[in-house]
Every structure is written in C-alpha cells, then in structure tokens.
C-alpha cells in the first residue's frame, strides 16, 4: 500500500517585492498556516517517510515547516522543479518514478495541477487551498500503478482556523 499526502504552498506574500513568482516567500499568515497544519497532521499520527517539493520559494519554506515537525533533516527534502507550474500529468510523471521502497510521501507544489491531481485520484473539490492537504492510499504496491486512491482526509486551514 502507498499513501500520498499533497500539499498546496501556504500563502504568499505578494506585495515582498519578490521580482518573479518563483522567488515568492510565504506571508504571516502562510507561515502560521503551514505550523498550524504540519501540527495537525503531526497529532494525527501520520507517517512521512519522504518529502518532495517544487523549488519554488514558497513550497519549499511550507515544506521546510512540516519537516521540521515531523522531525526530518530538511536537506533530505526532494526538489523537483518538474513540481512548478506542472500539469496534472507532469505530477503523476514525478510520483511514478518515486521509489518504490517507500511508502508514505509527502509532496508540496502548486495548483491548479494539485487540484487537478487530487480530483483525479477520486475526490471531488474545486480547489485546493493554500496549506490544504489532501491524503490517499493506494492498494498498490508500486507508485507507477497508482491510480484512483481512498481519501484519507482533506484539510486545510480555513477549515480550522478563525480568520484574523
């Protein structure tokens, strides 16, 4: 069995004075964000083996947060700039090729492909939100076969949080 949590970036800042997308950093409310939701998961007992992330500045900071809490080296982190800007069908390119020995990944990128990706493994949303995750398994056991998964959970911040 694999289980794949994906996870749109927290929220940006947009006025940072960052000069292209890429280089976008989280804003104060992405940063609370992303702690509130790697707590969340973290509480719930999930496992991580592997995290994997898009370059881009403000997945990779969301996803140095949740490693931090789950305890792993964020030099460990994976980055895939296939991840940025990737269609659905880019994303599955980057989950079929991951190894095979592990079970539990986490992956951080951008919509609209995580949107499209995560109602292409059977949910029904019509966007995923910042610092939203959305979890599957798959009775399968070779990340090339994945295809239609179980929803674990689908979280996201709004969902839980008073907004300020």
């Known amino acids: 069995m694999k289980t794949l949590y994906l996870v749109r970036h927290a929220k940006s800042n947009w006025g940072s004075g960052a000069t292209n997308d890429f280089d976008r ?5 992405g940063n609370r964000d992303a702690a509130f939701m790697s707590t969340l998961l973290f509480e719930k007992g999930i496992k991580v083996e592997k995290i994997i992330s898009s370059p881009a500045i403000r997945a990779l900071t969301t996803a140095k ?86 929803l674990l959970f689908y979280e996201y911040p709004k969902k839980k949080l008073k907004e300020e």
């Open 25 to 29: 950093p989280l804003s104060n409310r």
């Open 65 to 150: 947060v949740f490693a931090k809490k789950f305890r792993m080296n964020e030099k460990e982190i994976q980055l895939e700039e296939n991840i940025y800007e990737a269609s659905r069908e880019m994303l599955l390119d980057t989950i079929y090729q991951l190894d095979d020995g592990v079970s539990f990944v986490m992956l951080f990128g951008h919509n609209p492909g995580l949107t499209s990706l995560v109602n292409y493994f059977g949910a029904e949303i019509d966007n995923l939100p910042t610092c939203g995750i959305a979890a599957f398994t798959f009775e399968v056991n070779l990340w090339k076969e994945v295809e239609k998964g179980k």
